[in-house]
């Protein structure tokens, strides 16, 4: 039976935004394994978007089992640049094969690859309102007095506060 509402979240950015709704996370949720490499085919405009993806998210959030839909969104990404400078060139109209006026057909590319964007982004995980929910604290640093708290982990939070400005 089909089920309603928004597939559900990875466990690993529902624990990054903290658990807002304080379900139990799925502990035996399947780890993928093995590092995120950039397919061969991915250069040029699409290679560039794939490193600022990648570089502005947090690390390991990114496994091998993402790289297809991080490809997919990178040409998608250069496919919708490439028709937007059509139409920036070309103008809205084109002419149709009788003469007259018709919509630029760039458009209906700019409208599909903008839809395969923010699905692929959301799925990445790469949406406003997801980074807003992200907390995304410094990596667990080994102390040798991290056995005190029977077994607990520490971990820093950052913010975006400047150092030496004071908490209200």
């Not at 297809?68 to 094969?97: D, H």
């Not at 604290?137 to 077994?151: A, N, T």
Request: charged letters at 25%; a positive charge; proline letters at 10%.
């Amino acid at each position: 039976m089909p089920t309603k509402g928004p597939p559900p979240k990875p466990t690993k950015l529902r624990a990054l935004e903290g658990n807002p709704g304080k379900r139990p996370l799925n502990e035996k949720e399947p780890q993928p394994r093995g590092p995120l490499v950039k397919p061969d085919f991915i250069t040029g405009e699409a290679g560039k978007e794939w490193d600022r993806v990648v570089g502005s998210m947090p690390d390991g959030l990114y496994t091998s089992a993402d790289a297809p839909s991080l490809a997919v969104y990178c040409v998608a990404w250069v496919l919708f640049r490439n028709a937007l400078a059509q139409v920036a060139k070309e103008g809205m109209t084109a002419i149709g094969s009788m003469g007259q006026k018709i919509s630029h057909p760039s458009l209906a590319i700019i409208a599909k690859e903008s839809e395969i964007i923010l699905r692929a982004g959301d799925r990445l995980g790469m949406s406003p309102a997801a980074r807003a929910r992200l907390e995304v604290g410094d990596q667990p640093q080994q102390s040798k007095f991290g056995g005190l708290l029977g077994g607990a982990q520490l971990r820093l939070v950052t913010t975006n506060e400047p150092k030496g400005s004071a908490r209200s």
